[in-house]
């Protein structure tokens, strides 16, 4: 299917020279991809350098720049070797001169043989890379190039800097980079030439070449024409994605799910509490969007705590009531377990069966599930993942609900879709999404929004404080716990490798049992789904009163009565997972507090976001703070999350070119809805090469 002329940039990147097994394998890692054998030669060319190295000046040693870091070059004959004995701790020196100074070259675990043959004594080198000042004198530790004039006169002027990762160096990254590039192929234009022309954007091959070997420092700007024209494709290739995944929900017909009001009326009547006016607002937005014709597609959004759930209960119930049926997909299987036991005892209420399938439904319990879900018995299914396998098929599905959207793809809800011909979709998330980000998720969705929480809550009292304090939070923790408190104590994923991600939580736990004896338990991801339960369970009942965990916990818990969350490292947190842990108290009508322990020191950034932290629970206002601090690209975690990732775009500079992607792909699609002209065909090679591919099965299909 996919184009022929597309095949040199599919190829493996092992199909490069200086690409091994153990390369392909950091690769695999600095692309994020799951598997070396994943890592094609487009995905290399879409890793872009983020700065560029400007060679072409050589200085006079007497010359440098005082700046700490600045990267030079610097032409000079070698004078000396200080030579240090294998293994000392010293390094090893090499003086350089030319006729205004002396630079030193340093050497930390120096390899004599080597060093004795780059730098001959007498001879005159090139030598370029990062400058340090010592003493007052200039030093150079391990140069990045050390060269003849020759080979000098061969190496690029201006070097592209990648993002890297451990195990690949820039130089070595750059060289695979010049083979990938080589393989690039010209390949017919998929923009409008009008557009083409007026922006003045390079093609294609052309802009990721100016990327790669840039000619001029200006290329790699985030403005460069080759810059602007890679953002825009990737957006393009998005919004085109997304308008397909539109016209196809939208073009299956939807259906009228009305009811008479009873068994909505019967659950809400069970409830301790009564709707806050924004739930009953965003509950008839929905109900009236079911009873409609059209089919459905509303994001129902609201701060942590706000109080989502009933709202998409009350929906689901009114599905059954309309006699189908209705699915509530969570993001982990913690979650699910509790939507089940929230959501269970209320449907039954009225008469209602809810069931359970997640990857743990196994053998004879998986079979039931599936069959009280083909039979029609099971009125609302709740699981997670596992609810788009093949094998799960409804009597007649009229409804899904999605919880905390943001970690699902596209290609998953899409999945889910198909399990009912016609169903609605309501997609629940605390994130509020800024407009442009928004835009690239979820096209046009109608949107209901919680803006107050339950009355009765009260803010969290957050602090922040130095890890050393540890000793001292205990001691409070002691107090709080013998007063009947219930706790959370987060530690983050550690991530050095050799070191296991749940090492920090066990050790923490380890260390707290030493006080808190069995009263304290620990959950992580890596524990067997019975075992979580047990735990889960245990500090549900307030048998566990200190619960270690990694960030299982971070989406969607709900422990009303734990009041205390200690986070560990917040410093290593984004703002929205600090919102989202911090949004686990403060659940009930008790006062709560968050502590942030960090370990110092911070980087300006991670002292902002504390402060944040600090100052507010708004979840906007949150919102907003990380937007400034991190960039769009960053907002929302994206990395765990189901939002797209952009390589080249980047929301905030990019934001003219969203709208003008999202107006292109609506007219591309109106103009030719099977992509069947020539250019329709170039623009299916866009949406192989940017991941997109998923979207041209719905061409066929619809
Ligand atoms: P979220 O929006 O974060 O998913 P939940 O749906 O988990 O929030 O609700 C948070 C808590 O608030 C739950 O314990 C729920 O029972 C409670 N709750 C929901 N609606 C109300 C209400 N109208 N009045 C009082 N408590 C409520
Ligand atoms: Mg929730």
């Avoid at 003493?135 to 201006?158: G, I, S, W, Y």
Wanted: aromatic fraction near 4%.
């Amino acid at each position: 299917m996919r184009p022929s002329d597309l095949d040199p940039l599919f190829a493996s990147a092992r199909s490069l020279p200086g690409v091994g097994p153990r390369m392909a394998q950091t690769l695999a890692r600095l692309l994020s991809r799951e598997k070396a054998e994943d890592v094609r030669i487009i995905h290399l060319l879409l890793h872009l350098p983020h700065a560029v190295i400007d060679r072409s000046t050589i200085l006079p040693i007497a010359r440098l720049p005082r700046s700490p870091g600045a990267v030079v070059t610097v032409r000079g004959h070698v004078l000396e070797h200080r030579e240090v004995p294998r293994g000392a701790r010293t390094p090893w020196r090499v003086l350089l001169s030319d006729d205004s100074g002396v630079l030193e070259l340093v050497y930390f675990h120096p390899r004599p043989d080597y060093l004795r043959r780059i730098l001959p004594v007498g001879e005159e080198r090139i030598v370029s890379g990062r400058l340090e000042w010592f003493d007052d004198k200039p030093q150079m530790p391990h140069p990045d190039h050390v060269v003849t004039e020759e080979a000098f006169a061969a190496l690029p002027r201006l070097e592209p800097v990648y993002p890297l990762t451990a195990g690949i160096s820039n130089k070595v990254l750059g060289r695979i980079m010049r083979a990938a590039l080589k393989r690039l192929p010209d390949l017919p234009e998929w923009l409008d030439e009008h557009l083409r022309a007026r922006e003045g954007w390079p093609a294609f091959a052309e802009a990721l070449r100016q990327v790669h070997a840039p000619e001029n420092a200006e290329s790699l700007a985030p403005d460069s024409p080759a810059r602007l024209r890679l953002a825009y494709d990737e957006l393009l290739a998005n919004q085109l994605a997304l308008a397909l995944v539109r016209r196809h929900i939208r073009s299956a017909r939807g259906r009228r799910l009305t009811g008479d009001g009873t068994l909505v009326a019967k659950v809400q009547a069970t409830l301790p509490y009564t709707l806050t006016e924004g739930q009953r607002k965003a509950l008839a937005e929905i109900l009236a969007d079911m009873a409609g014709p059209e089919r459905m597609l509303r994001l129902l959004q609201g701060d942590v705590g706000s109080g989502k759930t009933v709202v998409a209960l009350l929906a689901m119930v009114a599905a059954v009531e309309a006699g189908a049926q209705a699915a509530l997909m969570a993001p982990s299987d913690i979650l699910a377990r509790q939507h089940l036991a929230s959501i269970a005892p209320l449907a039954k209420q009225a008469g209602i069966e809810t069931v359970l399938l997640t990857a743990r439904e196994k053998g004879k319990a998986r079979k039931q599930a599936l069959a009280d879900i083909a039979s029609g018995r099971a009125g609302i299914v709740i699981g997670t993942h596992a609810l788009f396998q093949e094998d799960v098929t409804f009597a007649d599905l009229g409804l899904v609900v999605v919880d905390e959207q943001h970690r699902f793809g596209v290609h998953q809800r899409l999945a889910l879709q198909a399990k009912g011909a016609r169903t609605d979709l309501l997609v629940m998330t605390a994130t509020p999404i800024p407009r442009t980000l928004a835009l690239t998720v979820y096209g046009d969705l109608e949107v209901s929004r919680l803006l107050e929480k339950p009355a009765g809550r009260q803010p969290v009292k957050t602090s922040v404080m130095p890890i050393a304090r540890i000793p001292e939070v205990i001691v409070r923790l002691k107090t709080a716990v013998a007063a009947g408190a219930q706790a959370y104590w987060v530690c983050p994923l550690v991530e050095e490798s050799g070191v296991l991600p749940t090492t920090a939580a066990e050790e923490r736990f380890a260390m707290l049992k030493e006080h808190f004896g069995t009263q304290v338990g620990l959950v992580h991801g890596r524990m067997s789904g019975e075992a979580r339960d047990a735990v889960m369970d245990a500090f549900r009942a307030g048998d566990i009163r200190v619960l270690v965990a990694t960030t299982v916990i971070e989406v969607g818990v709900d422990v009303p009565s734990a009041t205390i969350m200690i986070i560990e490292n917040a410093e290593r947190f984004g703002l929205a997972q600090l919102h989202q842990l911090r949004g686990r108290v403060g659940r009930g009508s008790k006062p709560s507090s968050c502590l942030l322990l960090y370990r110092p020191p911070l980087t300006e950034t991670a002292r902002q976001r504390l402060k944040v932290m600090r100052e507010t629970d708004d979840g906007f206002a949150i919102a907003e703070a990380d937007l400034r601090l991190r960039g769009a690209g960053e907002l929302l975690g994206t990395r765990q999350s189901g939002m797209p990732q952009f390589r080249m775009a980047d929301m905030v500079r990019h934001a003219r070119l969203l709208e003008m992607a999202r107006d292109d792909a609506a007219l591309i699609l109106a103009r030719d809805p099977k992509l069947e002209s020539p250019r329709g065909a170039a623009l299916k090679r866009l949406l192989y090469l940017f991941e997109r591919d998923e979207a041209i099965r719905l061409l066929l299909a619809g």
